[in-house]
């Protein structure tokens, strides 16, 4: 559930009127709710309410400061990929006691950036990567807390590109030769083997992937702890799919991957870690755009946006489906009218719908793209030198610019010509 309604015929934020923020700032333009936010990140809370647990919200997903605010004063940890996305977890306010650093490819200069700045437990993806975090937090006169991610040779059944858990992906260590990278970790200094990590995928629908990755994942620490180990974390990961159409069916809830996750892990005593980001912000976000101009092709109609693959990719790189929906509540029984939808981008694949059929729109209407919220802003660029999209935060009846549109001075500003050209 989010809370993007139609009142009174117009597609409101909570308690403002989408309208009201597109006229005051222009579009394109990401609008989040608060209160979905908060509401999502309570349903893992609750998930997980059996146990010692952290929810640690996977930043990449939407690394704006104030989301990350919101979310980091009711308790959320953090999952960082990059020393860039530390800082920002470490900007909003989040201790390094509630940070797991997860990625492929930590640099020194991100690990100790990490480690002079507090982190909670960095998750090793490989052999060279553990022996040079050793290495470092050796010079540095540190111990890490780590986690091993496993591979757990699992099949998400996701989309191919966000798939991660099989062993022809880059990700982890085969869960096989686990055991021995445990012995190598135990030995080497400057680490402290606090846990397991394993993260399998995003937008996963259904839950006999989590049960399978989660079971092979308890045999492991089971073996590990005979092997004099002490695992008392499971980080988990996160992949929770979200409805990304109102029509069909919604995937699990985050109460029953709750269940799943106490059925396969729950007899270990583990603290449990878990790294949800789309689930937690993907509907509480949309895309708001206007109509340039309806455009009569040969056989198809386009209807033309302001907003572009740019500012949301997703269409454009997975073939991703976004609802779209006008401000203007449509009446019933209004008629329909068959469009291709697409952006004014300088290629075939700026296309965000084939054949959508949406109510009659023209030029100067409003729609809204629904459930933008995650990998949306932070997947957005200034391709064809169109600005980097704003994003506002909606609380109640008020909202703000938590991050503006720049200015193209500012765009321009950015570069420089050599004196020697
Ligand atoms: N933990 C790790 C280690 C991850 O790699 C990811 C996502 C997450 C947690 C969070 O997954 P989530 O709960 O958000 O599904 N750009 C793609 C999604 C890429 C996900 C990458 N890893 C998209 O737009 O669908």
Redesign the pocket.
């Known amino acids: 559930m989010d809370h993007f309604n139609y009142r009174d015929g117009t597609l409101h934020a909570e308690e403002v009127p989408l309208s009201r923020i597109a006229a005051e700032l222009g579009t394109p333009v990401y609008v989040y709710s608060a209160a979905t936010l908060r509401r999502h990140f309570g349903l893992f809370r609750e998930a997980l309410d059996w146990t010692d647990h952290l929810v640690c919200f996977?930043v990449?997903?939407n690394s704006n400061l104030a989301v990350l605010k919101l979310l980091g004063d009711m308790g959320a940890g953090m999952?960082v990929?990059s020393g860039g996305e530390y800082l920002r977890a470490r900007a909003a306010g989040v201790p390094g006691e509630r940070i797991v650093f997860?990625?492929v490819g930590k640099t020194l200069a991100e690990m100790r950036l990490a480690i002079e700045g507090g982190i909670r437990q960095v998750?090793i993806e490989s052999e060279p990567e553990m022996r040079a975090l050793s290495g470092l937090a050796t010079s540095m006169g540190a111990e890490v807390p780590v986690a091993i991610?496993v591979n757990p040779d699992v099949d998400a059944g996701t989309?191919e590109?966000?798939a991660?858990g099989r062993s022809d992906n880059k990700?982890g260590i085969p869960i096989a030769r686990a055991r021995d990278v445990y012995a190598e970790a135990a030995g080497l200094p400057g680490l402290r083997v606090v846990g397991v990590d394993v993260?399998i995928?995003?937008?996963?629908t259904d839950l006999d992937p989590y049960r399978a990755a989660y079971a092979k994942v308890a045999d492991l620490a089971r073996a590990l702890r005979a092997d004099g180990h002490a695992i008392s974390r499971l980080d988990l990961?996160?992949?929770?799919?979200i409805p990304y159409r109102r029509d069909n069916n919604a995937p699990p809830l985050p109460l029953e991957y709750g269940r799943v996750i106490r059925e396969t892990v729950g007899d270990l005593g583990c603290e449990i870690e878990i790294?949800?980001?789309?689930?937690?912000v993907?509907n509480a976000g949309v895309l708001l755009a206007q109509v340039i101009y309806l455009k009569e092709g040969a056989g198809r109609d386009f209807l033309i946006v302001d907003a572009a693959m740019n500012d949301l990719?997703?269409p454009a790189?997975?073939g991703?489906h976004h609802d779209i929906v006008p401000l203007v509540e449509p009446r019933p029984g209004a008629g329909l009218r068959r469009v291709d939808v697409v952006g004014p981008i300088c290629e075939s694949g700026d296309t965000f719908q084939k054949g959508a059929e949406l109510p009659v729109l023209g030029a100067g209407d409003l729609v809204a793209f629904r459930s933008a919220g995650?990998?949306g802003a932070v997947?957005a660029s200034e391709y064809n030198s169109r600005p980097l999209v704003p994003e506002v935060l909606v609380s109640g009846d008020h909202f703000a610019v938590i991050r503006p549109r720049p200015t193209f001075e500012e765009m321009l500003a950015r570069d420089s010509i050599p004196e020697w050209l």
Do not use: W
């Open positions: 996977a990449k997903s999952d990929v997860s990625g998750n991610r989309h590109k966000i991660t990700f993260h995928g995003s937008q996963l990961g996160g992949g929770l799919g790294e949800p980001g789309r689930n937690i993907g990719l997703r790189m997975y991703a995650a990998y997947m």
